[in-house]
């Protein structure tokens, strides 16, 4: 017996055995070939507590050496996880894959719930009818939760997300009544605030700014940090903002409609790289040097677009890897019955000076 226990041991020979009984190798069998019970198997594979070091050791090595795999269906049964997460988009599907920011977003996500052993499922909501299908296919058992992107100030989705029976983290603050949900947030009134100072640091007294659109958040913090900082110096602010909607196309038209109102302008504050790309345009058409007439400073730091502007690009850098990383801990949190420590998580930003700056 004992030379057959010690045969048995062996990974071929157990598989061996294994696949001359069933297709593949279940529970039980993990359970047998690392020696311990059925419950110990299963504890140490769904990673609860209770298991000694070395059994939980002995069981992954049991399930890696049989190529075992949990039925996941059944594993959900017990553990109430489904393994997945979504993504909830609340933009234009068309919108979303034309930004820059948001696909950073996508993979970052894509990346980081992978890492955590968590599928990603993606949903776009393009309008208000959208909303219903979104909170059945949430509610409906498929995911443990979602990271939630909603932008814009009077966005029914966050309200109504609040019903949800899985947790929910935002990226960004999502409007006004955003006090009692979980966020995970940039310090965009500070980088504005950076970009400005950088600016006049360098001689610059006539700044205008191209912004986003203002039922945006983000976009009001910038320019609210815009104005501030120039107000602070006594420096004038009225008809020196124009909205180019976060895109290239949008920050062109801005800019040309400031430089109708502000000919003797020296400097931009653009409020993401994608309208700061098309200021530079604007400026060029109309003969002006950057940096030497005009210093323009962008907001996001994009790694494949700031870098790669002419000239290069400066730019308040955020990293929405870092957002994302946050985003599924606070969410992670919640799912384990964890109270975050902070509902609304506040990330810091700076500043990668390059040559649009430098005179």
């Keep these: 017996m004992a030379c057959l226990r010690q045969y048995l041991s062996t990974p071929l020979a157990y598989a061996l055995q294994v696949g001359s009984t069933q297709d593949r190798p279940t529970l039980e069998d993990v359970a047998a070939y690392a020696g311990v019970s059925r419950s110990t198997a299963s504890r140490a594979l769904n990673e609860e507590m209770y298991v000694s070091p070395r059994a939980r050791e002995a069981v992954l090595a049991a399930a890696r050496d049989l190529g075992y795999s949990p039925n996941q269906a059944a594993r959900s049964l017990v553990t109430k996880r ?21 696909l950073i977003v996508m993979r970052a996500a894509f990346r980081e719930l992978a890492n955590r052993g968590s ?9 208000p009818d959208d909303i219903p299908r979104t909170m059945k296919f949430l509610d409906g058992g498929h995911v443990d939760g979602a990271l939630v992107f909603a932008p814009h100030s009077g966005d029914p989705l966050p309200v109504a997300l609040k019903l949800l029976r899985v947790p929910v983290v935002f990226g960004g603050r999502p409007g006004r009544s955003s006090s009692d949900l979980y966020t995970v947030d ?3 009134t500070a980088g504005a605030q950076l970009a400005v100072e950088h600016l006049l640091s360098v001689g610059k ?14 976009a009001m913090d910038r320019l609210t940090g815009w ?5 602070e110096k006594g420096m004038p602010t009225n008809g020196r903002a124009e909205n180019g909607d976060f895109t290239q196309t949008g920050g ?3 800019m040309v409609k400031l430089l109708e109102r502000e000919p003797d302008l020296d400097a931009v504050f653009a409020a993401s790289d ?4 098309g200021a530079l345009r604007a400026l060029k058409a109309a003969g002006r040097r950057v940096p030497e007439d ?3 400073v962008g907001f996001d730091d994009n790694p494949k677009l700031a870098p790669a502007a002419d000239p290069p690009l400066t730019s308040v850098h955020q990293e929405p890897a870092e957002q994302v990383k946050q985003m599924v801990d606070m969410l992670l949190d919640l799912l384990a019955g964890q109270t975050p420590e902070e509902r609304r998580r506040v990330l810091p930003v700076s500043l990668a000076v390059r040559e649009s700056t430098k005179g």
């Design 82 to 102: 489904t393994g997945a997460v979504a993504l909830v988009l609340s933009e234009p599907e068309s919108k979303v894959l034309d930004d820059p920011y948001f």
């Design 119 to 127: 599928q990603m499922l993606v949903m776009f909501v393009d309008a």
């Design 186 to 188: 940039y310090d965009n």
């Design 205 to 218: 007294r006539n700044i205008v700014t191209v912004c986003g659109p203002q039922d945006h958040p983000a």
């Design 227 to 231: 104005r501030e900082t120039l107000a």
């Design 252 to 254: 062109e038209a801005a």
């Design 274 to 277: 994608p309208m700061a790309i």
């Design 294 to 296: 005009v210093a323009i």
